[in-house]
């Protein structure tokens, strides 16, 4: 599983260390294996994420 985030401006994180936090939260099976940082996040006209634009930009080799 891949976790797609979008930092706030200025903001770094460490992957394996938000890995680690959700472990801790929820559980090693629920939690993703790999994080991927964008820049931005596909965004319909009234703000809502496009989660079928991040999946199907997964999926495609690049």
Not at 36 to 50: A, C, F, M, Q
């Amino acid at each position: 599983m891949v976790a797609v985030i979008q930092l706030a401006p200025g903001k770094e994180i460490d992957a394996d260390a938000l890995i680690g936090f959700v472990k801790e939260r929820i559980g090693s099976v629920k939690a993703p294996k790999q994080i991927e940082v964008w820049p931005d996040l596909p965004r319909s006209k009234v703000g809502k994420i496009l989660k079928t634009e991040i999946k199907a930009s997964l999926r495609s080799p690049a």
